[in-house]
């Protein structure tokens, strides 16, 4: 009966015990399936961004009011740098918008040179025709027509080349396909700055909208009140950069990158490169700059003078005292002013001074990226050493070995006075 009742006991005791765990395991299962999702979702959060700080609980979760204001400060961060990238995007639009007018512009000004050109030399071969007919006609109405028709031709003549004289159509050509070449390069490097930095700073956009001013000035759309002169008193290098780029310095940056690639053998391979580019590469297309320009003055002045005094000699086609000479004037006279016209316009020597113009241009803006860089004394506000040597190496056509060489060589004739020194670039 005791054993029955031991047995009875320990029975109930199991069951009451069963129902205990099970109870406990049901509750613990209540309550994970009410938590596990949640701190999931917290670990979640906090592994990816890092910017909420959660706590939670058994019933709820709790935010941290400083998350409040952080998440707020980022998300200012953030609308401020959507709109500085629409800014850019925005002037990426205006300089592919410059690129297609500069385009139009240079087809129309190619348009005008040959147009003009081969009207020019039709008008001035006819009117020395009719200056030889009227030679041969003897008297009468017929030599009076002759003679007033090629005056009148050699007169429209003589102002077409003075109008084609004063704009240079080949030379306006060639500032429109320079400016369309920097306008692409521009879109270029926009296109970088938003491919490779993040984020995108004010300094960044105020630096694009100042190329792009800088590029207006340089290369004007109008003929009337913004022309380039065509014939300086004194030539001076194209400039289409803005005068002075403001410079943005960052203390961090400055002690991230103790060097930023510098070391003294650059400096002073980048002081030999712009002593060399300063005394012949520069020298050298500021000389030939204003040979182009003499001669183009020269031819110039010849074409209008040679078929002005053609149409004068055409009008003493046979009066007495002239003879045959007025002809001979008449004749001989367009037939120089064709030759000269055909050089100055056929030939393009407006365009080839443009070229060596925009050709010093380029020289003087790497002598004054090269100078900026030397007197920057923060070295991490300087653009990358190693970076910008490449950069300087393939703008004038060398490559790296190459660079160093003509250092080292400019170094070594500097110290020897040697008279004979290579120019810095290979390309022009």
């Not at 694009?208 to 109008?222: G, N, S, T, W, Y």
């Not at 990158?257 to 590469?281: C, I, P, Q, S, T």
């Not at 000389?287 to 003493?316: D, E, H, W």
């Not at 070995?401 to 070594?412: F, I, M, T, Y």
Request: glycine fraction near 8%; charge should be neutral.
């Amino acid at each position: 009966m005791a054993t029955i009742q031991a047995s009875f006991c320990a029975a109930s005791f199991s069951s009451a015990s069963f129902r205990k765990i099970k109870a406990t395991l049901y509750s613990q299962n209540f309550e994970s399936s009410q938590l596990s999702v949640p701190r999931l979702l917290v670990n979640e959060l906090n592994q990816r961004n890092g910017l909420l700080n959660l706590t939670a609980t058994s019933s709820d979760l709790d935010l941290n009011p400083k998350s409040d204001n952080r998440k707020g400060s980022n998300l200012g961060h953030s609308i401020s740098d959507s709109n500085l990238v629409q800014e850019l995007y925005a002037i990426m639009e205006i300089v592919v918008d410059r690129i297609e007018m500069h385009n139009n512009i240079k087809a129309q000004r190619d348009n005008w040179n040959g147009l003009l050109l081969n009207s020019v030399n039709g008008m001035t071969a006819t009117a020395a025709i009719m200056a030889g007919l009227a030679c041969v006609s003897g008297s009468g109405p017929s030599i009076l027509s002759l003679k007033i028709s090629s005056s009148l031709l050699y007169m429209a003549v003589t102002g077409i080349v003075l109008v084609m004289n004063k704009i240079q159509p080949s030379q306006l050509a060639e500032e429109q396909r320079n400016a369309s070449r920097l306008f692409k390069k521009l879109h270029e490097e926009i296109k970088t700055t938003l491919a490779l930095k993040n984020p995108v700073t004010s300094y960044d956009v105020k630096v694009a909208m100042e190329k792009v001013l800088a590029l207006d000035k340089a290369f004007p759309l109008p003929l009337l009140g913004t022309m380039i002169e065509k014939f300086p008193q004194v030539v001076e290098p194209a400039v289409w950069w803005p005068e002075k780029e403001p410079k943005s310095h960052d203390q961090n940056m400055s002690d991230m990158f103790e060097r930023n690639g510098w070391n003294e053998n650059l400096e002073e391979e980048m002081k030999e490169v712009l002593g060399v580019m300063k005394g012949k590469d520069s020298a050298e297309y500021a000389r030939l700059s204003n040979m182009l320009l003499n001669v183009n003055k020269v031819l110039a002045f010849c074409g209008p003078s040679l078929t002005g005094s053609a149409a004068i000699g055409s009008c003493l086609i046979g009066l007495p005292g002239f003879g045959s000479w007025g002809a001979a004037f008449g004749v001989v006279l367009g037939a120089l002013g064709t030759v000269v016209n055909s050089l100055e316009h056929g030939g393009q020597v407006g365009m080839v001074f443009e070229m060596y113009r925009s050709s010093a241009g380029f020289f003087k803006l790497m002598e004054e990226t090269i100078e900026s860089n030397l007197k920057e004394r923060k070295v991490g506000d300087r653009e990358n050493g190693e970076l910008f040597e490449v950069k300087v190496a393939l703008q004038l056509g060398r490559s790296l070995s190459e660079l160093r060489d003509l250092a080292r060589g400019s170094s070594l004739s500097s110290k020897f006075q040697q008279a004979e020194e290579e120019c810095a670039s290979k390309l022009f």
